[in-house]
Nanobody, 127 residues
Framework: QWKLVESGGGVVQPGGSLRLSCTFS????????IGWFRRAPGKEREGVSC????????NYADSAKGRFTISKDNAKKTVYLQMNSLKLDDTAVYYC????????????????????WGEGTLVTVSS
């Protein structure tokens, strides 16, 4: 069924930028959503941003608004997360996940709504 692979993590100084990529395959061709989540040490997993692959609707966590931008390339089966003005608190393992439910027109930032997960990519913001 679904397979998702993240890339683009690394070490960056505060105020710097990274672009994460999530490349995926799927077994259906209906509408679906891709979300970015993160887990920082000692914290629960939280949603960062998501996008509907068919209808382009997006959502952002308050912590990401104005700094992060999610985008997609349907032909490449890839979703990107452009992360600017990175802060120390952004340090986390970032995961992409798929809500593969049919007929989705938007997206949710709840991890319980996601059906498939990648292995994650580590982002470290350090001075």
């Amino acid at each position: 069924q679904w397979k998702l692979v993240e890339s683009g993590g690394g070490v960056v100084q505060p105020g710097g930028s990274l672009r994460l990529s999530c490349t995926f395959s799927d077994s259906t061709f209906n509408s679906y959503a891709i979300g970015w989540f993160r887990r920082a040490p000692g914290k629960e997993r939280e949603g960062v941003s998501c996008i509907n692959m068919r209808y382009d609707k997006t959502n952002y966590a308050d912590s990401a608004k104005g700094r992060f931008t999610i985008s997609k390339d349907n032909a490449k089966k890839t979703v990107y997360l452009q992360m600017n003005s990175l802060k120390l608190d952004d340090t986390a393992v970032y995961y992409c996940a798929a809500d593969a439910a049919m007929f989705r027109t938007g997206c949710q930032l709840s991890h319980t709504a996601m059906d498939y997960w990648g292995e994650g990519t580590l982002v470290t913001v350090s001075s």
